[in-house]
Nanobody, 119 residues
């Protein structure tokens, strides 16, 4: 299983970023996919989910600002991040989700991408 996130960077509050995560070694289309983030000194946090039917769910901290989407033909999941805040600073990862849709299905994190929001 390989999960490679990209697209992070240093931005100012209020700006936007689009993250991309490419998955390989899994049957991508059968999984709900999620974006997690880990702020310094904190545990990983599931912030956005896109299901097989492309329905979505969001953590309250990002709802209304972030949009998750997927393209099964590319084994890729995206996270459009708008109106970024200081507290969005973290390393962002994607993963396939377990059947409950609340935790990762694979015990690997893959390559994350750093998002830093700073003025």
């Amino acid at each position: 299983v390989q999960l490679q996130a990209s697209g992070g960077g240093l931005v100012q509050p209020g700006e936007s970023l689009r993250l991309t995560c490419e998955a390989s070694g899994i049957t991508f289309s059968i999984y709900s996919m999620g974006w997690f983030r880990q702020a310094q000194g904190k545990r990983h946090e599931l912030i956005a989910v896109v299901n097989r039917d492309e329905s979505t769910n969001y953590h309250e901290s990002v709802r209304g600002r972030f949009i998750i989407s997927r393209v099964n033909a590319k084994n890729t999941v995206y996270l459009q991040m708008n109106s970024l805040k200081f507290e969005d600073t973290a390393v962002y990862y994607c993963n396939a989700l377990d059947t409950a849709g609340t935790d990762r299905a694979y015990n690997v994190w893959g390559r994350g991408t750093q998002v830093t929001v700073s003025s």
